[in-house]
């Protein structure tokens, strides 16, 4: 079995800046895709960032510019820099790796394989 262990949330102000890490650990695999969903209250879970191997990374409209995801393939972990936060990125954030996924199933949550516990991001205005 695989296990997804995030870190780094935590409050910040309006602005200010987070990092959050997945490290992925169990059973030895290679997920085609390591990425980011949020869920805040109220609201569906949303695709933030997703790394794929074979051809880098894609980004919601509402982080481009703020979020940058990178990964580490020989540690099995994958990282999200947010910077200048807003109140309205405040959710839970979830780690999530698929085996496989293709660009057209990248932002369903149903197509990944693996998931986190969730890690909960405030930011206050």
């Known amino acids: 079995q695989v296990q997804l262990v995030e870190s780094g949330g935590g409050l910040v102000q309006a602005g200010g800046s987070l990092r959050l890490s997945c490290a992925a650990s169990g059973r030895t695999f290679t997920a085609d895709a390591m990425g980011w969903f949020r869920q805040a209250p109220g609201k569906e879970r949303e695709i933030v960032a997703v790394?794929?191997?074979?051809?880098?990374?894609y980004y919601a409209d509402s982080v481009k510019g703020r979020f940058t995801i990178s990964r580490d393939n020989a540690k099995n972990t994958v990282y999200l820099q947010m910077n200048s936060l807003k109140p309205e990125d405040t959710a839970v954030y979830y780690c999530?790796?698929?085996?496989?996924?293709?660009?057209?199933?990248?932002?369903?949550?149903?197509?990944?394989?693996?998931w986190g516990q969730g890690t909960q991001v405030t930011v206050s205005s």
């Open positions: 790394n794929r191997r074979s051809d880098g990374t």
């Open positions: 999530a790796a698929a085996k496989f996924i293709t660009m057209h199933s990248i932002g369903l949550s149903r197509r990944y394989d693996y």
